[in-house]
């Protein structure tokens, strides 16, 4: 097995965001992009991983930000912590459903899973929107599921949240890749 590759300095100068960054594919995210020069807003519910991340990279841009992406302060707090300039949003945290059924899922599954997997993309890209259209750039990666491309047993309120992840991401490329992003 190879070693990572990076670019050094790809992405100097650039502020991301990436949600999830305390563990998995967030954490990788918000390593790479980091180790490529950009200042990461790592956020992540779990204040531990963050610290731990923090910890595992001393030499990083990294800029932890705990909270709960599903609460509009959250969200807030997260934006607020780029400075004012987002170049770049990875919507990464998601969370699954116990593989649950339509006959089995029940109405707070349902309800939390779509909070984090769907409502906090929302709520994201809309803040984040603003700074980039002013700058006339900006890239939004919102991460799905194989799921979210047929019927599976991954639980109905997950493959649903990935599914309409799917749909968000392509109305936002419609109404703003006039716009640079």
């Known amino acids: 097995m190879s070693a990572v590759q990076f670019t050094p300095g790809r992405f100097a100068g650039r502020t991301a965001i990436v949600t999830g960054a305390g563990s998995g594919i967030g954490r990788a995210t918000a390593v790479r992009l980091a180790h490529e020069g950009a200042r990461v807003v790592a956020a ?3 204040a531990p991983r963050l610290d731990e991340l923090v910890a595992a990279f001393p030499d990083l ?11 509009e302060a959250g969200v807030q707090a997260i934006v607020a912590a780029a400075g004012g300039t987002v170049d770049a949003l990875a ?18 599954t349902w309800q939390r899973v779509f909070d984090v997997n769907v409502n906090a993309v ?13 700058a006339g750039s900006g890239a939004i990666v919102n991460v799905s599921s194989e799921a979210s491309l ?7 309120a997950y493959a649903s949240s990935k599914h309409a992840v799917n749909g ?3 109305s936002v490329a419609v109404f703003y890749k006039g716009k640079g992003i």
């Open 168 to 170: 968000f991401t392509k």
């Open 122 to 134: 929302m709520r994201l890209t809309r803040a984040v929107l603003p700074l980039m259209i002013e």
């Open 150 to 156: 047929r019927a599976s047993a991954s639980g109905v």
């Open 44 to 46: 992540d519910i779990s």
């Open 91 to 108: 919507n990464v945290a998601g969370i699954m459903d116990s593989f649950l059924p339509p006959a089995e899922v029940d109405d707070a």
């Open 61 to 71: 841009a990294l800029v932890p930000v705990a909270g709960d992406i599903v609460d």
